[in-house]
């Protein structure tokens, strides 16, 4: 049986919840409407489960703050640039595109891509920066102009595409 993970997000004030899966792409469930099903609390989350048949992952809900990063849309600064929220956010946008349209953008053409791999060897994954040694990145103004971009389409998207409670 496939299993299912838990996503909580903030948006608006509010925290709602998400479920995400790995099919050939990395998925969330749609609504029969086509939109992001969004569940309102943990209750409603396990009763759709229940319903569904749908096994859940024991680990810890996924966890991302869009109101944080609306805020730095907003204002952004390079000191305030957390690349783990950043680079997890900018994974979730991909999600969303692969579950509306069937395949993955995650990276975008327009200077995206050089982004997304600044963002991802920043995050200093022990997989990929050898021991010791930290990747801290100089964060230019074309830099931000792209993470000000692609995450904020990404964001708009992700807000369109959640179904109306």
């Known amino acids: ?32 409407e086509g939109k992001l099903l969004v569940l309102v609390d943990v209750e409603a989350l396990r009763r759709y489960a229940t319903q569904n048949g749908l096994k859940l992952a024991t680990a810890k809900p996924t966890w991302y703050d869009f ?3 609306s805020t730095w849309l907003e204002m952004p600064a390079a000191q305030s640039i957390d ?3 950043f680079l997890n956010a900018w994974n979730l946008f991909g ?3 692969s579950s509306l349209i069937g395949r993955s953008t995650v990276r975008d053409p327009d200077g ?3 982004i997304y791999e600044k963002l991802f060897r920043t995050n200093n994954l022990p997989s990929v ?3 010791g ?7 230019t103004e074309a830099d931000i102009r792209d993470l000000v971009r692609v995450p904020g389409d990404g964001l708009q998207l992700f807000r ?3 179904a109306r409670e």
């Open 95 to 97: 999600d969303v595109r």
């Open 112 to 114: 995206g891509s050089r």
């Open 83 to 85: 690349p783990s929220a």
């Open 67 to 69: 109101d944080a990063l």
């Open 1 to 32: 049986m496939r299993e299912h993970f838990v996503v909580q997000f903030r948006l608006g004030a509010t925290e709602r919840y998400l479920i995400w899966y790995v099919d050939d792409v990395d998925v969330l469930i749609l609504n029969e």
């Open 133 to 139: 040694v930290s990747c801290e990145p100089d964060w």
């Open 129 to 131: 920066a050898p021991r």
């Open 160 to 162: 369109s595409a959640l």
